[in-house]
């Protein structure tokens, strides 16, 4: 079974710092590698994704590096703001398109 | 448009008992998905229903089903409901085939007591 490795557990970020969440993959036969945000009392909401024919994708303060070899991702949040404190998912499919395995979350928080 | 909808929000009850929960998709997805999140095991697949058939399972017992409409709204169940089935149930929607693009609800809050 897929297993999905995500790192920090949780992170604090000043104001306009950045903020680095990675992610660990086993395999996976589909190339599509999305970031999910969840704010309490919410369902994840698509942040960012990837298709791994490009090694970064960017989306205004939002970055997704990827590196297919070692089978890692990252999401990287520039000028963090306070906004931006909620959990962050990445995910994986598993066995088929709509199947996704998520990561255990990272809950970020951004201080003043 | 409108968003992934759930209903109810919050579910309280029994063990032993059972209960359905709703979910209507994005106009034009067909492609429903349902996920269980908990603060122990975080968010894992149920199923996903496409054109009303069942296309992909997780790993968790019989006692949970659902099925899709032809109008694309579906419903899980769960039966003999146990402590353990408290959880945040999460539906996600998309238009299927090849689009990754999925959309969740808010989700049905499910306590068992």
């Known amino acids: ?112 | 448009k409108a968003g992934v909808t759930q209903t109810p929000r919050y579910l309280i009850k029994t063990r032993g008992q059972q209960v359905t929960l709703s979910c209507s998709p994005i106009s034009g997805h067909r492609s429903v998905s349902w996920y269980q999140q908990t603060p122990g095991q975080g968010l894992q697949f149920l199923f996903e229903y496409f054109s009303e058939t069942q296309r992909n399972k997780g790993n968790f017992p019989g006692r949970f089903s659902g099925r899709q409409f032809s109008n694309s709204r579906s419903e899980m169940n769960v039966s003999t409901l146990e402590l353990g089935d408290s959880a945040l149930y999460l539906c996600a929607s998309s238009f299927g085939g090849e689009n990754y693009g999925y959309t969740f609800g808010s989700g049905t809050r499910l306590t068992v007591v």
């Open chain 1, 1 to 112: 079974q897929q297993q999905v490795k995500q790192s920090p557990q949780s992170l604090i970020v000043q104001k306009g710092g950045i903020s680095i969440i990675n992610c660990a993959y086993e395999n996976t036969a589909f190339d599509y590698f999305p970031w999910y945000q969840q704010f309490p009392g919410k369902g994840p909401a698509l942040l960012i994704a990837i298709r791994p024919d490009v090694s970064e994708k960017k989306e205004g303060r939002f970055t997704i590096s990827f590196n297919k070899s070692a089978k890692q991702f990252s999401l990287h949040i520039m000028d963090s703001q306070p906004g931006d404190s909620a959990t962050y998912f990445c995910a994986v499919p598993a066995g088929t398109a709509s199947k996704l395995t998520f990561g255990t979350g990272t809950r970020l928080q951004v201080t003043l």
